[in-house]
């Protein structure tokens, strides 16, 4: 076997091997994201802790869940819309949002808002307050 082929056959077995861990990690990565935004979906916490700042919105009926979802985007309420339409998917409040203007808090997250907006009671949650 002659010196050139043996450098090409290293050459291509190293190649291939470099392939195949830019793969692994291309897959580990794409594995790490999707459980991290697949966590937000249900464990995102709010923009600002505390008090938060509190912003008025204005639903209307002829707004999608996407619109709703870029309109708090916008507003500072929440950072990412996508999450929110997923959130709102996997909430059970797909379609039960109602138009009107609502008073929403940076403090919110992102089911207290659906809360407000489908005028769900937020205060009552099946238990009586101890006297």
Do not use: C, W
């Amino acid at each position: 076997m002659s010196a050139s082929k043996i450098v090409m056959r290293l050459v291509s077995i190293s190649f291939t091997v470099l392939l195949f861990l830019v793969a692994v990690y291309g897959l580990y990565e794409l594995g790490l994201r999707s459980y991290s935004y697949g966590y937000r979906i249900f464990a995102e916490p709010p923009v600002s802790a505390g008090e938060g700042k509190d912003r008025l919105v204005q639903v209307k009926d002829s707004m999608s869940d996407t619109d709703i979802a870029k309109m708090l985007e916008e507003k500072g309420l929440i950072r990412d819309h996508l999450l929110f339409v997923l959130q709102l998917k996997v909430s059970g409040y797909s379609g039960k949002l109602k138009a009107g203007p609502y008073t929403l808090n940076t403090s919110m997250t992102a089911e207290e808002m659906m809360q407000v907006m489908s005028q769900e009671n937020l205060t009552d949650t099946g238990q009586e307050e101890a006297e």
